[in-house]
């Protein structure tokens, strides 16, 4: 009898089901309480409909979320990815008001400039040793400072039809920023499976000692992620920046990192590092992103409708642990036993 | 010689050429002529606590306030207090210890002020309140209150509303971030405006979090739920309106004549937005109070008696009058 490791199994395709789960249920509740929640149809050649929103203003944290899940596979996290995407989307915005390069450049200036924020993120992490938490909220902070300098205080706001077509574009009959997620998962999905980085991550996430011993390149390996994130992040700013036609520096992503958090670890990718999963991660974000528009829906009063996102989310994380699942079978069987 | 007048005005400078040749330009403008019309009056030193900076619109009150003082020829004290009471305080009280004439306050919270305040009575000092209130047990210890009735803006946008749709309208309102004082007053004040008019119904009621990109998200999904049954929408601010705009734009209908669209504040966007056509109307809340808060604190000063709440006039504009006042927004 060869056992599967118990391991292996138990993460990943128990890390999945529950979030998957999770986002049925959600579907399935809209089903019988919100007539018109599955109503698609063809307006201007392109698809119509609550799912399509969900999926196209779903993207910002989908794309957020894939930086942040290789973050937290290291066993850090990012709390900079808001101030980040404000910061790429002053960028952008106010170089296209000027008008002076070509769409190209504005796209890989932006996306640069939120490399190197990334990038200083790491450096804080691998060079200062600061943690993470406290070394990206620095980020945090004076991003969005630096946002507002770049757009001098102003909400920038752009017609150029290349940067419009970014947030608000169609390809195939489908938002393009469907695309562009598909394209962002499918390179980290390649890059961390297909190539050594995915075990990298991991085993920095699990150990990271160890992982130095076996000759890993930690240091290396850690900035990348860090990079990595801030261009997610970049790329987020960007897609929200073109959604609304304007770069609001002081509002843009606010608070959009703890979404992105939430989305990983709903996604059942633990905050200590180690085992990801990007796929969680994506579903994650679909989860949040149908319950804020679930709410709208169902016309909840906006004060009290914090309290049923935190319900549906915590019954999701709490699924996912063990200990509690193992408890919750365990009082079942008992009153009987005890009768 | 104009260096002769300049002499009480610039002690320290007097000698610094280019300075003395910028003040020699200015005088040539205009520029400093209230300052030297006022000099022959003893002149105020007013103190002047500000929350901070967080906003345009705070940012725009600042403004105001320092432009008027330097208008009137007023010594001002400034203090940001970054948005912490204590700092406040502190102010106060140096502001108190400094003997200044008046205090503007524009407080951060409504309690804890009583101790401060009865300072500055006992110094004879007078304080007036901008844009928010105080809570405190003895009213003497404020001399007046300026600011604008949040309730009142509501009703003005709801009278315009039912005036504009002929009494019949089914309504979408983006609320501001669920209980701050603007996003509750502002939605209390336009269903009491609307109360009279049983054909006028809110059918929904979101929070889009004063924010441009929710407002968007907000309205997409009413859109959806709601279809072609919403003929307005009314948002707490100008952003979650222009948000608003863009959803209602995409979903294949016309924002300003398919769906009426409102909202308040009155910052440029909106009347960019209104010279479009594509937003209907906005109720102004003004943060240009320098000019009323240094009339209450000059008439205090005197002695003469002052209400305890002056209500700073918000206007109501329209697509009508949008492109005429456009050149002249300051903020």
């Known amino acids: ?339 | 010689m104009p260096l002769s007048l300049l002499k009480p005005f610039a002690p320290s400078i007097r000698f610094t050429l280019s300075i003395r040749r910028t003040l020699h330009a200015l005088i040539a403008t205009g520029l400093l002529a209230p300052c030297l019309v006022r000099a022959a009056q003893p002149r105020l030193t007013i103190g002047f606590s500000q929350v901070g900076a967080e906003s345009a619109w705070r940012t725009a009150e600042t403004e105001s306030i320092k432009s008027e003082g330097a208008k009137r020829g007023v010594t001002l004290k400034f203090s940001d207090a970054q948005g912490r009471q204590e700092n406040q305080i502190k102010a106060l009280r140096s502001f108190i210890a400094q003997k200044v004439d008046a205090i503007i306050l524009a407080p951060v919270v409504e309690t804890g002020w009583e101790p401060v305040l009865r300072d500055a009575k006992r110094a004879k000092i007078p304080v007036v309140l901008v844009d928010r209130g105080v809570k405190v047990s003895d009213e003497s210890l404020f001399a007046t209150l300026i600011a604008s009735d949040f309730i009142a803006e509501g009703r003005m946008a709801a009278e315009w509303l039912a005036k504009k749709a002929g009494g019949k309208a089914r309504i979408v309102e983006l609320q501001g971030t669920p209980g701050a004082a603007p996003a509750i007053d502002r939605k209390k004040g336009f269903e009491a405006g609307l109360a009279s008019e049983p054909g006028m119904r809110i059918i929904a009621s979101q929070s889009g979090d004063f924010r441009r990109a929710n407002g968007k998200e907000v309205m997409e999904a009413l859109i959806k739920k709601h279809g072609s049954e919403i003929t307005a929408v009314y948002a707490h601010n100008d952003d979650m309106a222009i948000g608003a705009i863009q959803a209602i734009e995409e979903s294949g209908r016309k924002p300003g004549s398919d769906v009426i669209v409102l909202s308040i504040d009155g910052v440029r966007g909106a009347f960019e937005a209104m010279v479009a056509g594509k937003l209907n109307c906005t109720v102004e809340c003004n943060p240009l109070l320098g000019p009323l808060a240094f009339d209450a604190a000059e008439k205090a000063v005197s002695g003469a008696a002052l209400p305890k709440k002056t209500i700073v006039p918000d206007r109501v504009f329209d697509q009508s009058t949008a492109k005429s006042v456009i050149a002249s927004r300051q903020y």
Not at chain 1, 46 to 51: A, I, Q, R
């Open chain 1, 1 to 339: 009898m060869s056992k599967p490791s118990p391991i292996r199994s138990g993460s990943r395709a128990g890390s999945l089901l529950w979030p998957a789960i999770g986002l049925v249920a959600l579907l399935a509740g809209n089903l019988v309480f919100s007539p018109g929640f599955f109503h698609l149809e063809i307006r201007d050649g392109h698809v119509y409909g609550t799912l399509i929103d969900i999926l196209n203003q779903g993207t910002r944290v989908m794309l957020l979320s894939l930086g942040m899940t290789l973050v937290i596979a290291t066993g850090g996290v990012d709390l900079s990815v808001g101030s980040v995407m404000a910061v790429a989307g002053a960028v952008a915005a106010s170089m296209v008001v000027r008008g002076s390069a070509p769409f190209g450049v504005v796209i890989a200036a932006s996306l640069a400039v939120s490399a190197l924020a990334g990038l200083l993120n790491g450096c804080l992490v691998v060079y200062a040793r600061i943690q993470p938490i406290v070394a990206t909220l620095i980020l945090m902070v004076a991003g969005r400072g630096a946002a507002m300098l770049v757009a001098d205080g102003q909400i920038l706001t752009f017609e150029h039809p290349g940067f419009v077509f970014l947030g608000n574009g169609h390809f195939l009959g489908m938002p393009f920023t469907l695309t562009l997620a598909a394209l962002a998962l499918g390179a980290t999905a390649w890059a961390t499976r297909r190539t050594a980085l995915g075990l990298f991550l991991e085993s920095i996430g699990d150990n990271e000692r160890a992982a130095r011993f076996c000759g890993v390149e930690t240091s290396r390996v850690k900035l990348f992620v860090y990079a990595f994130s801030g261009v997610c992040a970049g790329l987020a700013g960007l897609v929200a920046a073109s959604n609304i036609k304007a770069a609001d520096s002081s509002r843009a992503g606010e608070m959009l990192e703890l979404d992105a958090i939430l989305a990983v670890v709903v996604g059942g990718t633990t905050l200590t590092g180690g085992r990801f999963s990007l796929i969680g991660s994506m579903l994650g974000a679909l989860i949040i992103q149908t319950l804020t528009t679930t709410l709208y829906n169902w016309g909840l009063p906006p004060a009290v409708a914090p309290v049923p996102k935190a319900i549906v989310i915590l019954s999701v994380c709490l699924m996912q642990s063990p200990q509690f699942r193992e408890r919750l079978s365990f009082a079942r069987p008992q009153p009987k036993g005890s009768a």
